[in-house]
């Protein structure tokens, strides 16, 4: 802000580089958010190449191509939150463990963590998330001796806590009345803010509005009456500038439905991100059975648990969070799912003589055929026809599967292999038809306010209509410049996240 007296609630980096870029190219919708869209090319490109480097390029097509077009990724990479930088970091981070698991080297378990650091500056606690699934990723499949292993890891927390903490170190020592109040703090403490309202308040809901007051018309008086009190002293104290911290429920309900494991699939969060979710839990499982008797450094292994473990803990997080939840968060879910997806795939195509392979692929393509009559449904006038195209090619690929002959079977012939293009088409119209369709919606749509969300109208949810975000009940005192682009002077979206 102008008078530099409050700052986002949000750790800084995602700003830097809007900021460089505004500098650079001049204040505008376009310097803000071109560097969005960058930032997600980036993270398809990292994603592919983490994929590929172990499964081949089809894989990694596959992964990227599920990234790049899931509705929710395509929503935030146009958008000028931090959740952009945040999916190219932790994404960043998932090549550079592979790379440590496949070779061993420190530097590589040191840039993991260095990443992570940064993922902080961008959105605090959230990067860590992915933390837990890349140490067990590596303590059970990297390649030196346990006890260096151990100790790899260790330094790799080190380089976390160093590439985090240094603006956290610069923060704290700066005098209070010498830099901007620390916003959605309630004692004007980055720390305070990192593990209270975005931290424990997220998970438990102790804390659902910045200082307090449980709603958004509570969070913009408070903010209200900061400005106010700081605008007529002219001093910046370590009072906050609310009337300390509060509870307060409803921000689950409000913005990302009801908690549960079923969350992820109801009408808020569902056609954000869970199109793929049922294929990638069945690709999931199915790596685990592939690798069940392989060695311990067997790679596809580590990526059933670098992967798998993203996205299972990330998504229970999410699941059962009570605190605020936005729909928009789901997009740190879809680097796994495209992982997921592309490996498994890959890997169940290549020993589909096997009929467990065969039963494991045509199920996930019924269930993903499935799912997307169900979403679809739930924007009943949008393209109504593509629920036909999509539940027609998800039947025909799944028999194609089950019927088609396995690569050493002693009959198949030029003309019967030259049928697996059939399954493979049909396939990735059953798989990829509904995300790419919203997708483009959503890319075709202005997007505004504070909770914008993907794809058209969708029936039962309550984060607002279609793309055009808000979430914000009526009357609720919320801020007016919460609009579109064109409207809040804010290009692209809110600049609170």
Same mark, same amino acid.
């Given at each position: 802000d102008s008078s530099n007296f409050i700052t986002v609630d949000k750790t800084p980096a995602s700003l830097w580089v809007m900021e460089l870029s505004g500098r650079i190219f001049g204040f505008s919708s376009w310097s803000l958010l071109v560097p969005q869209a960058l930032e997600g090319v980036a993270a398809v490109g990292v994603l592919y190449a983490a994929v590929r480097?172990?499964? *081949?390029?089809?894989?990694g097509l596959i992964a990227g191509a599920v990234l790049a077009i899931t509705p929710v990724a395509a929503l935030m990479f146009r958008f000028d939150n931090p959740d952009a930088l945040l999916v190219l970091v932790m994404t960043l981070a998932g090549y550079t463990i592979t790379r440590a698991i496949e070779s061993g080297r420190t530097r590589w378990i040191l840039l993991t963590g260095a990443l992570l650091g940064l993922g902080y500056l961008t959105k605090m606690l959230q990067a860590f998330l992915v933390l837990p699934a890349f140490g067990l990723a590596y303590l059970w499949a990297g390649q030196p001796a346990l006890g260096k292993r151990i100790w790899q890891l260790l330094a790799g927390v080190g380089a976390l806590v160093v590439a985090a903490g240094w603006w956290v170190v610069i923060d704290l020592l700066t005098p209070a009345a010498a830099r901007p109040y620390v916003g959605g703090s309630t004692d004007?403490? %980055?720390?305070?803010l990192t593990f209270g309202y975005n931290g424990l308040g997220r998970l438990d809901?102790?804390?659902?509005?910045? /200082? *307090?007051?449980?709603?958004?018309?509570?969070a913009a008086r408070r903010i209200g009456e900061g400005v106010a009190r700081l605008g007529g002293t002219g001093a910046r104290t370590g009072s906050p500038?609310?009337?300390?911290?509060?509870? /307060?429920? *409803? $921000?689950? =309900?409000?913005?990302?439905?009801?908690? *549960?494991?079923t969350r992820l699939f109801q009408s808020d969060m569902g056609s954000q991100i869970s199109w793929l979710l049922p294929a990638a839990l069945i690709m999931l499982a199915a790596l685990v059975w592939l690798t069940w008797r392989a060695p311990r450094t067997d790679r596809t292994r580590a990526a059933a648990l670098l992967w798998g473990g993203w996205l299972v803990l990330t998504g229970l997080v999410f699941s059962y969070m009570s605190g605020i939840i936005h729909p928009y968060y789901t997009v740190a879910l879809a680097p796994a799912i495209g992982a997921l997806t592309g490996i498994g795939a890959v890997a169940l195509w290549r020993v589909r003589d096997r009929w467990p392979a065969r039963i494991a692929l045509a199920g996930a393509l019924l269930v993903t055929a499935g799912w997307a009559w169900v979403l679809l449904g739930r924007s009943p006038d949008w393209m109504p026809w593509l629920r036909v195209v999509i539940a027609l090619a998800g039947a025909a690929a799944a028999g194609l599967v089950l019927a =088609?002959? $396995?690569?050493? =079977?002693?009959?198949?012939?030029?003309?019967?292999?030259?049928?697996? %293009?059939?399954?493979?088409?049909?396939?990735? %119209?059953?798989?990829?038809?509904?995300?790419?369709?919203?997708?483009?919606?959503?890319?075709?749509?202005?997007?505004g306010g504070s909770i914008p969300t993907a794809g058209p109208t969708v029936t039962g949810a309550s984060s607002g209509p279609g793309g055009t975000g808000g979430g914000f009940p009526s009357g609720s005192g919320a801020p007016s410049?919460? $609009?579109?682009?064109?409207?809040?002077?804010?290009? /692209? /979206?809110?600049?609170r996240p």
């Open positions: 480097r172990w499964f *081949g390029a089809p894989a004007n403490n %980055i720390l305070q809901g102790t804390e659902n509005s910045p /200082g *307090g007051g449980g709603t958004a018309g509570g500038p609310s009337g300390g911290a509060g509870g /307060g429920g *409803g $921000g689950n =309900s409000l913005f990302g439905g009801a908690t *549960g494991i =088609s002959p $396995g690569r050493t =079977s002693p009959w198949r012939t030029r003309g019967v292999a030259a049928l697996a %293009i059939a399954p493979v088409s049909l396939a990735l %119209i059953a798989g990829l038809a509904g995300p790419l369709a919203y997708s483009i919606d959503t890319a075709a749509t202005a997007h410049g919460s $609009g579109t682009s064109s409207g809040s002077g804010f290009p /692209g /979206g809110s600049v």
